[in-house]
C-alpha cells in the first residue's frame, strides 16, 4: 500500500521555479460541467428533499427528478452561456451518459468540450474500463483525464487510472499549480481541481446562495491573479446541471458585470488607480511636451494600472467597461496631463475595435500581448489599397498617428479597390511595426507629448483577417462579435467616433475650474474672488463644462442601451451624435477660454499649466470629428430628408 504523501512529495509553492503561461497569463481557468447517470433503483447520490417521514424510499422520485431536470434543462443553460463566452468546458461525464443521454453527449462534442471520464455511474466504484470503451465508442478516442464520482479513490485507484492510459487526475485537490503523481504505470499529473468553487460543496451542503458563491469565485480568481504575477495560477469552476443549472443559478444568468483584485467593483478599482496616477502624470507634464511624445514612465503606469484595458474584451482578460468610461476616464487624466490622456483614449479604444475584427487577428495580436499597443490614422483618403488573393496591398501616407512610437500596430484607414468596375469601400487595416515607417513631423502648437507623426507604408500586404470593413462598424454584430458578444463591440464606431475623443477637452476644462483659486490679495481694494466678473465668468465655465459632461455621458449610454437591447440607432440618431458631440468639445473648449482670461498675466507663461491646458483644448478643437460645420451639415441634410454626406454612418 502507498500512502499519497509518498506519491506526491510535499513541495512549497513559493520555492518551485515559476511556472509561466502562453501571452503572460497569470491565471489558467478551466471550466468543468459534472454529466452524470443516477440510477433511479438505487439510492440517489445527492437528495435536495428529504425523505417523507424520515425514512428513505425506492424508487426516490423526487431527487431522481431533481437530477434530471439538469440533464433536460439546466444542461442547456450551460451550453448557451458557455457559446456566448466563448469557453470550451472539461465534461467531466459517467459513461453510461453517453449511451443514456447521447443528445447532451452530442452536444458537448460538438461545442468542442474535452470528454473526462467521470466513472460509469454515479457510484463510488471505478469501471474505467467501461467507461474510456463507452467515451472512445461515443467520441472517436479515449478519455486523458480523470474525476472520480465524489473525488473518491482507494490507495490503489491511481494506478489502475496510469494502466488505463488515464494522463491527468482532478481528484487531488491538494494545489494551486499542476503536480506529478508518481504510479506504478509512470506519472500522472494532478490538475488542481476545486472544493470552494464546486456548486455542491458550496450551495448544497454549505448553503450558500448563488451571490455568495459569486463573491467568492471573484476573490478567488483575484487572489489567484495578484500572486500569478510572480508563478502562474490554476482556477477551477465545477458545476452541475441540476444545481447551478437551475433558473435561480448563478451560473447560467447573464455575466454579472466585471470585478477586479480586492473583490470590489471593476470600475472602481480601475478609477481609483486612475486617481492615484494624477500627481505623476502633472509632475511630467511638462517633460511630455519636451519629450514630443508619452515619457516611459507614464507608458509603464498605464500598463502596470491596467488602464490601457478598460475596453478589452473579458475573454481575454479586459475590463469590458461601458462604453461612456473612455470620456470619464479620459476627463479624469486630461485633468493632470492632455497629452497623456489623449495617447490613453486612442490605446483604449483602440483595444474596443480590435474586438470587432476576425478572431484570427484578435488572436494574432493578444496572444502575443495582452497590452500590445495600437496607433491609428482614420484618415481613409490617405490610404489606396487593392484587393489580391488572400487580402489587400495597400500604400500611403497617414497623418496624426498618435502614440506610434511605442506601439507595435498601426489601424491605418483607406479606399479599397475591390475591381476596376466598381467604387472603392472604406476600410481599416492593422499593419505591424514593420509594415511601415515612422516619419518624425510632430512639432505642434498643442498636445505635444501626443507624438502623433505620419507614417508611410509602400506595397504592404495585409491578409483579409486583420482588415475591417466600415460597413461592419455601423452598429450591430460584427466580425468579432461572434466571440465578444458584449454590447461593446457592437456599437456604431463612426457615429460615436467624438466621444473616443472628447473626454480629454472636457477634463482640461474640469481641470482649470476645480482648481481655479484666487489669491487672497488685494485688488484695487477688493479680493479677486470678490469681484463679480469673476464669479459671473466662473459659473459660465462651469456650466459649459457641465453640460458638455452631461451630453457626452448621455449619448454614450443611450446608445449602448440601444445596441444592448438589439437595436441600432437610426441615421439621424447617428448624426445626431456627431452633432452632439462636435458641439460638446466647442462647450469644454469655450470653458477652457472663460478659466484662460481668468488666469490674467500669470497665463502668458509657456511653461505653466494654464497656458498648456490653453493649446492642448485648441488643438483637440481642431480635430475634423470636432467640426461643429461638418457636422451640422450631416445631421441638417439627414433630418431634412437628403443623403448623407458621411458615408461612415
Same mark, same amino acid.
Given at each position: 500500500?502507498?500512502?499519497?504523501?509518498?506519491?506526491?512529495?510535499?513541495?512549497?509553492?513559493?520555492?518551485?521555479?515559476?511556472?509561466?503561461?502562453?501571452?503572460?497569463?497569470?491565471?489558467?481557468?478551466?471550466?468543468?460541467?459534472?454529466?452524470?447517470?443516477?440510477?433511479?433503483?438505487?439510492?440517489?447520490?445527492?437528495?435536495?428533499?428529504?425523505?417523507?417521514?424520515?425514512?428513505?424510499?425506492?424508487?426516490?422520485?423526487?431527487?431522481?427528478?431533481?437530477?434530471?431536470?439538469?440533464?433536460?434543462?439546466?444542461?442547456?443553460?450551460?451550453?448557451?452561456?458557455?457559446?456566448?463566452?466563448?469557453?470550451?468546458?472539461?465534461?467531466?461525464?459517467?459513461?453510461?451518459?453517453?449511451?443514456?443521454?447521447?443528445?447532451?453527449?452530442?452536444?458537448?462534442?460538438?461545442?468542442?468540450?474535452?470528454?473526462?471520464?467521470?466513472?460509469?455511474?454515479?457510484?463510488?466504484?471505478?469501471?474505467?474500463?467501461?467507461?474510456?470503451?463507452?467515451?472512445?465508442?461515443?467520441?472517436?478516442?479515449?478519455?486523458?483525464?480523470?474525476?472520480?464520482?465524489?473525488?473518491?479513490?482507494?490507495?490503489?485507484?491511481?494506478?489502475?487510472?496510469?494502466?488505463?492510459?488515464?494522463?491527468?487526475?482532478?481528484?487531488?485537490?491538494?494545489?494551486?499549480?499542476?503536480?506529478?503523481?508518481?504510479?506504478?504505470?509512470?506519472?500522472?499529473?494532478?490538475?488542481?481541481?476545486?472544493?470552494?468553487?464546486?456548486?455542491?460543496?458550496?450551495?448544497?451542503?454549505?448553503?450558500?446562495?448563488?451571490?455568495?458563491?459569486?463573491?467568492?469565485?471573484?476573490?478567488?480568481?483575484?487572489?489567484?491573479?495578484?500572486?500569478?504575477?510572480?508563478?502562474?495560477?490554476?482556477?477551477?469552476?465545477?458545476?452541475?446541471?441540476?444545481?447551478?443549472?437551475?433558473?435561480?443559478?448563478?451560473?447560467?444568468?447573464?455575466?454579472?458585470?466585471?470585478?477586479?483584485?480586492?473583490?470590489?467593483?471593476?470600475?472602481?478599482?480601475?478609477?481609483?488607480?486612475?486617481?492615484?496616477?494624477?500627481?505623476?502624470?502633472?509632475?511630467?507634464?511638462?517633460?511630455?511636451?519636451?519629450?514630443?511624445?508619452?515619457?516611459?514612465?507614464?507608458?509603464?503606469?498605464?500598463?502596470?494600472?491596467?488602464?490601457?484595458?478598460?475596453?478589452?474584451?473579458?475573454?481575454?482578460?479586459?475590463?469590458?467597461?461601458?462604453?461612456?468610461?473612455?470620456?470619464?476616464?479620459?476627463?479624469?487624466?486630461?485633468?493632470?496631463?492632455?497629452?497623456?490622456?489623449?495617447?490613453?483614449?486612442?490605446?483604449?479604444?483602440?483595444?474596443?475595435?480590435?474586438?470587432?475584427?476576425?478572431?484570427?487577428?484578435?488572436?494574432?495580436?493578444?496572444?502575443?500581448?495582452?497590452?500590445?499597443?495600437?496607433?491609428?490614422?482614420?484618415?481613409?483618403?490617405?490610404?489606396?489599397?487593392?484587393?489580391?488573393?488572400?487580402?489587400?496591398?495597400?500604400?500611403?501616407?497617414?497623418?496624426?498617428?498618435?502614440?506610434?512610437?511605442?506601439?507595435?500596430?498601426?489601424?491605418?484607414?483607406?479606399?479599397?479597390?475591390?475591381?476596376?468596375?466598381?467604387?472603392?469601400?472604406?476600410?481599416?487595416?492593422?499593419?505591424?511595426?514593420?509594415?511601415?515607417?515612422?516619419?518624425?513631423?510632430?512639432?505642434?502648437?498643442?498636445?505635444?507629448?501626443?507624438?502623433?507623426?505620419?507614417?508611410?507604408?509602400?506595397?504592404?500586404? !495585409? /491578409? *483579409?483577417? %486583420? #482588415?475591417? +470593413?466600415?460597413?461592419?462598424?455601423? @452598429?450591430?454584430?460584427?466580425?468579432?462579435? $461572434? =466571440?465578444?458578444?458584449?454590447?461593446?463591440?457592437?456599437?456604431?464606431?463612426?457615429?460615436?467616433?467624438?466621444?473616443?475623443?472628447?473626454?480629454?477637452?472636457?477634463?482640461?476644462?474640469?481641470?482649470?475650474?476645480?482648481?481655479?483659486?484666487?489669491?487672497?490679495?488685494?485688488?484695487?481694494?477688493?479680493?479677486?474672488?470678490?469681484?463679480?466678473?469673476?464669479?459671473?465668468?466662473?459659473?459660465?465655465?462651469?456650466?459649459?463644462?457641465?453640460?458638455?459632461?452631461?451630453?457626452?455621458?448621455?449619448?454614450?449610454?443611450?446608445?449602448?442601451?440601444?445596441?444592448?437591447?438589439?437595436? !441600432? /440607432? *437610426?441615421? %439621424? #440618431?447617428? +448624426?445626431?451624435?456627431?452633432?452632439? @458631440?462636435?458641439?460638446?468639445?466647442?462647450? $469644454? =473648449?469655450?470653458?477652457?477660454?472663460?478659466?484662460?482670461?481668468?488666469?490674467?498675466?500669470?497665463?502668458?507663461?509657456?511653461?505653466?499649466?494654464?497656458?498648456?491646458?490653453?493649446?492642448?483644448?485648441?488643438?483637440?478643437?481642431?480635430?475634423?470629428?470636432?467640426?461643429?460645420?461638418?457636422?451640422?451639415?450631416?445631421?441638417?441634410?439627414?433630418?431634412?430628408?437628403?443623403?448623407?454626406?458621411?458615408?461612415?454612418?
Amino acid at each position: 500500500m502507498k500512502l499519497p504523501k509518498d506519491r506526491v512529495p510535499y513541495s512549497a509553492i513559493v520555492d518551485r521555479p515559476p511556472l509561466r503561461l502562453s501571452g503572460g497569463a497569470r491565471v489558467a481557468v478551466w471550466t468543468i460541467v459534472n454529466v452524470e447517470e443516477w440510477s433511479i433503483e438505487r439510492p440517489m447520490p445527492r437528495t435536495v428533499l428529504p425523505p417523507p417521514f424520515g425514512q428513505p424510499l425506492l424508487p426516490d422520485l423526487p431527487n431522481w427528478a431533481w437530477h434530471e431536470y439538469g440533464m433536460r434543462v439546466g444542461f442547456w443553460r450551460f451550453v448557451e452561456l458557455l457559446r456566448k463566452l466563448n469557453i470550451r468546458a472539461t465534461l467531466a461525464i459517467n459513461g453510461a451518459v453517453c449511451r443514456s443521454y447521447p443528445r447532451v453527449a452530442k452536444a458537448a462534442l460538438e461545442a468542442g468540450w474535452e470528454f473526462m471520464g467521470h466513472g460509469y455511474v454515479q457510484r463510488p466504484m471505478h469501471h474505467v474500463e467501461d467507461q474510456r470503451a463507452a467515451i472512445r465508442e461515443f467520441t472517436g478516442k479515449p478519455p486523458r483525464g480523470w474525476e472520480s464520482p465524489g473525488l473518491t479513490e482507494t490507495y490503489d485507484t491511481i494506478d489502475w487510472l496510469a494502466e488505463a492510459g488515464i494522463e491527468y487526475v482532478a481528484d487531488w485537490v491538494l494545489d494551486d499549480q499542476p503536480v506529478t503523481i508518481s504510479t506504478t504505470s509512470g506519472p500522472v499529473v494532478s490538475v488542481p481541481y476545486t472544493v470552494e468553487m464546486n456548486d455542491i460543496a458550496m450551495m448544497l451542503i454549505a448553503h450558500h446562495s448563488s451571490e455568495e458563491w459569486l463573491r467568492r469565485g471573484i476573490d478567488h480568481f483575484d487572489r489567484l491573479h495578484q500572486e500569478g504575477e510572480a508563478a502562474a495560477r490554476v482556477m477551477a469552476i465545477s458545476v452541475h446541471p441540476y444545481i447551478s443549472g437551475s433558473s435561480t443559478g448563478r451560473a447560467c444568468g447573464s455575466p454579472p458585470e466585471p470585478r477586479s483584485l480586492t473583490g470590489t467593483d471593476r470600475h472602481a478599482e480601475l478609477w481609483a488607480r486612475a486617481e492615484a496616477l494624477l500627481p505623476r502624470l502633472r509632475e511630467r507634464a511638462a517633460r511630455c511636451e519636451e519629450l514630443r511624445r508619452l515619457p516611459d514612465e507614464t507608458l509603464a503606469d498605464f500598463h502596470e494600472t491596467e488602464l490601457l484595458r478598460i475596453h478589452q474584451p473579458r475573454r481575454v482578460g479586459g475590463a469590458e467597461l461601458e462604453f461612456a468610461a473612455v470620456v470619464t476616464f479620459g476627463a479624469l487624466l486630461a485633468r493632470a496631463c492632455a497629452s497623456s490622456a489623449w495617447n490613453w483614449v486612442n490605446f483604449a479604444a483602440h483595444h474596443m475595435m480590435l474586438g470587432m475584427f476576425p478572431r484570427e487577428a484578435q488572436d494574432e495580436i493578444w496572444n502575443e500581448s495582452r497590452d500590445a499597443l495600437i496607433a491609428s490614422s482614420f484618415v481613409f483618403p490617405a490610404g489606396k489599397a487593392r484587393k489580391v488573393e488572400g487580402g489587400y496591398v495597400i500604400s500611403g501616407r497617414w497623418p496624426f498617428s498618435s502614440g506610434v512610437d511605442p506601439s507595435q500596430w498601426n489601424m491605418l484607414a483607406g479606399l479599397a479597390w475591390l475591381d476596376e468596375n466598381a467604387p472603392p469601400e472604406q476600410r481599416v487595416f492593422l499593419l505591424h511595426r514593420s509594415q511601415y515607417k515612422i516619419i518624425d513631423n510632430w512639432y505642434a502648437g498643442g498636445l505635444r507629448g501626443t507624438g502623433s507623426k505620419d507614417v508611410e507604408a509602400q506595397e504592404q500586404f !495585409v /491578409p *483579409d483577417h %486583420r #482588415t475591417l +470593413a466600415v460597413v461592419d462598424t455601423k @452598429g450591430g454584430p460584427t466580425p468579432g462579435s $461572434a =466571440v465578444n458578444p458584449g454590447p461593446l463591440f457592437q456599437m456604431p464606431v463612426f457615429a460615436l467616433f467624438p466621444y473616443m475623443l472628447s473626454g480629454v477637452p472636457l477634463g482640461i476644462a474640469e481641470g482649470l475650474i476645480d482648481d481655479f483659486s484666487p489669491k487672497t490679495g488685494k485688488m484695487t481694494g477688493a479680493r479677486v474672488a470678490e469681484i463679480q466678473s469673476t464669479q459671473i465668468r466662473l459659473g459660465e465655465a462651469a456650466a459649459y463644462a457641465r453640460v458638455s459632461r452631461l451630453v457626452q455621458l448621455a449619448n454614450c449610454r443611450e446608445a449602448q442601451a440601444l445596441i444592448a437591447a438589439g437595436e !441600432v /440607432p *437610426d441615421l %439621424r #440618431t447617428k +448624426a445626431r451624435y456627431r452633432l452632439e @458631440g462636435a458641439y460638446a468639445v466647442d462647450w $469644454a =473648449v469655450r470653458a477652457v477660454d472663460v478659466m484662460f482670461g481668468l488666469a490674467g498675466a500669470s497665463g502668458l507663461y509657456e511653461a505653466g499649466a494654464v497656458p498648456r491646458a490653453f493649446r492642448d483644448a485648441h488643438a483637440v478643437k481642431q480635430h475634423f470629428s470636432f467640426n461643429t460645420d461638418i457636422a451640422a451639415t450631416t445631421y441638417g441634410r439627414v433630418a431634412l430628408g437628403l443623403a448623407s454626406d458621411n458615408p461612415t454612418l
